[in-house]
Nanobody, 122 residues
Framework: QVQLAESGGGLVQAGGSLRLSCAASGRTFSNRAMGWFRQAPGKEREFVASISWSGGMTYYAASVNRRFTISRDNAKNTVYLQMNSLMPEDTAVYYC???????????????WGQGTQVTVSS
């Protein structure tokens, strides 16, 4: 069992930065791939980034590549999403998720956090 809690969301101006954190409980965190997804009002949940259990492999959606960075600290049971050069279209609720493999598909993740709101003003 893994429980996830996101933090770090907020309101930021376009061009600014935010760092999201996802704290996990449970002994199996270090064995799991982690992902970040987001959902804007009226839209489906979409993949943002994922990271393998070791941190050695990362994947990004094209829309955030080179602006966002996913990382993890297994000693702290935490995964991060550093978001730079934020744009209004990045506005969404951001969710972290844990799964056996780090794909772009929500169905491959077993555990989800409650989400944190990110709002980017123009």
């Amino acid at each position: 069992q893994v429980q996830l809690a996101e933090s770090g969301g907020g309101l930021v101006q376009a061009g600014g930065s935010l760092r999201l954190s996802c704290a996990a409980s449970g002994r199996t965190f270090s064995n799991r791939a982690m992902g970040w997804f987001r959902q804007a009002p009226g839209k489906e949940r979409e993949f943002v980034a994922s990271i393998s259990w070791s941190g050695g492999m990362t994947y990004y959606a094209a829309s955030v590549n080179r602006r966002f960075t996913i990382s993890r600290d297994n000693a702290k049971n935490t995964v991060y999403l550093q978001m730079n050069s934020l744009m209004p279209e990045d506005t969404a609720v951001y969710y972290c998720a844990a799964g056996n493999i780090g794909t772009q598909y929500p169905r491959d993740y077993n555990y989800w956090g409650q989400g944190t709101q990110v709002t980017v003003s123009s």
